[in-house]
């Protein structure tokens, strides 16, 4: 089983040298941490940021310079920084290659929610219904299942929809899936986690290969 990090970890390598990537809040934030250091990547964030990089040290923040989460981060040379407009500019014109997201809930045909749970108090929806109406490649990084211990990967959403038909990849603590037309197709486990763990974890229909690999880091 991974932990946050794992997740992270994992999903740097769908990142390719020359991508343009948007990372949401929670888990996506850390994929920046493990990007290779042999390629170029350009961190976008929806509050006004090209080129960021990974989290500073500790003693090394700058409470001036957030991601939207509103953590501070780093930028590497050449950074730039915008008004929101232009920034949903670049997304809405589809000029972001992948976008990373966290998810509440993942359908078997790639909906997504992930912005609210009725009956709790939210800031607001933030970026997330952009993003998803305008990348064509999106990863959700995520927990398999929730605190209480049920799973995250449905048949169909219960929670309030962010996007329809547009998740691509998921990668949670026990597993890699690719979402098909015919359903969550288990891609790769995580280290030490098998096949039956999966299947007992995943709600959805999920279609499983003779031969399912560990993850390689």
Sequence with gaps: ML???GIAR????EVKDGYYVNLGIGIPTLVANFVRD????????E???LGMGPFPYEGEEDADIINAGKQTITTLPGASFFDSALSFGMIRGKHVDLTILGALQVAENGDIANWKIPGKMVKGMGGAMDLVASAENII???THTNRAGRSKLLEECTLPLTGVR??????TDLAVIEVTIHGFKLLERAPGVSVQTIQEATEG???IPEE???MVF
């Design 10 to 13: 994992r999903i740097a390598k």
């Design 140 to 142: 959700v990084a995520m």
């Design 212 to 214: 399912v690999p560990e």
């Design 47 to 49: 509050n006004g940021v």
């Design 3 to 5: 932990d946050k990090n």
């Design 38 to 45: 042999d390629i170029s990547v350009e961190f976008q964030s």
């Design 205 to 207: 229909t999920l279609l």
């Design 166 to 171: 547009c998740v691509k990849k998921i990668v």
